[in-house]
């Protein structure tokens, strides 16, 4: 089971940390991605995270958007900094699955409930 939480609305330029925690049969030791749907939009992968570590990230949100795992590996976290009102989406996180690239990759089982993120002034 995933759940994911931090969503919340934001001023453009502000930061959120969404966090994404794993239970239940799922394995700390699988790679975690973030994706994100906007309203008429097609969902698209974010960023991921592998077993070990190894990053990978939307080509436009590097530099903004941080992925990474808690000590306790079973919590994977998404700061995002300089929040932009094309942010606003709703943001899942998956696990399970193989993330190559943001337009390559394998779904997960595991998806964690949505959570909003709106920036607006």
């Known amino acids: 089971q995933l759940q994911a939480f931090g969503g919340g609305t934001v001023q453009p330029g502000g930061s959120l940390r969404l966090s994404c925690a794993a239970s239940g049969s799922i394995s700390s030791s699988i790679s975690v991605a973030w994706f994100r749907q906007a309203p008429g939009r097609q969902r698209e992968l974010v960023a991921s995270i592998t077993s070990v570590g190894i990053t990978s990230y939307l080509d436009s949100l590097k530099g903004r958007f941080a992925i990474s795992r808690g000590n306790t590996k079973n919590t994977v976290y998404l700061q995002m900094n300089n929040l932009k009102p094309e942010d606003t989406a709703v943001y899942y996180c998956?696990?399970?699955?193989?993330?190559?690239?943001?337009?390559?990759?394998?779904?997960?089982?595991?998806w964690g409930q949505g959570t909003l993120v709106t920036v607006s002034s």
């Open positions: 998956n696990a399970g699955g193989k993330y190559y690239s943001s337009s390559v990759y394998v779904i997960g089982d595991y």
